[in-house]
């Protein structure tokens, strides 16, 4: 896998056969990657019929022995996408180009929830394991490139990780990395590909963040976690946006 991410192990690891019948841990996994790869069924932890014709379906397409039962080399081809995001590129010039080298990676696989909000594996590797409700993931994800990035170039994490986007924008500003977007007069100066950028509410309160992959004269281009194509705080994916530089702060990432 390249990197040693306990709770990532856990999501792609192979822990025995599942079939038709079974109520174990490992179904819901198996009903959510199937979701996630176009063989859409109910997540509730129950290997029925319905399950049973889904991994038929997926190991028809994929051209191995659709006998329903999810082995060792279902189970690798049904997990393929996390291992590619997951696998090392060859190391960037710089931080910031790193962070947008894998940002771009992880984009092409299109992560997203499944089996509810902030529920499924994409959030759980970007949290640590953690999901549901309660668990807004967008810092989660940003924090995942810049851990990424940081462990490929074998430099210190410029901010320590966090799921909060108040944290962060605290921690930032303890090491200076933080520049408000009152103080922005120049962005194709001032920022960089690979810095993070902040939806601010008040001068104390940040609602969401992302990563800028491009800076223009009055717009930026970001990929964003947590977010859907309307820019939405809650949203339920991963994807590529354009946003202004109204209400934004940044964690300027070089």
Known sequence: MGFNYPWATREIGFSGDCKRGDKLPSVRPVQEWLTLQGFGVTVDGDFGPATERAVKAFQGKNSVAANGVVDLATHGLLTAPMLRVLAPLAAAPGLGQMMVAYAEQHLTEHPCEVGGQNRGPWVRLYMEGNEGKEWAWCAGFACFIMRQSADTLNVPLPVKSTFSCDELASRARSVGLFLSGLHLTDPQQQLT????????KTT????????????????????????NDAG??????VCRRVRSYDSKDFILIR
């Open 193 to 200: 590909p690979g810095s993070i950028f902040l939806n601010r």
């Open 232 to 237: 939405d705080r809650e949203g339920y994916e």
């Open 204 to 227: 104390t309160d940040w609602t969401h963040t992302g990563l800028v992959t491009a800076v223009h004269e009055e717009t930026f281009d970001t990929i964003e976690g947590n977010t």
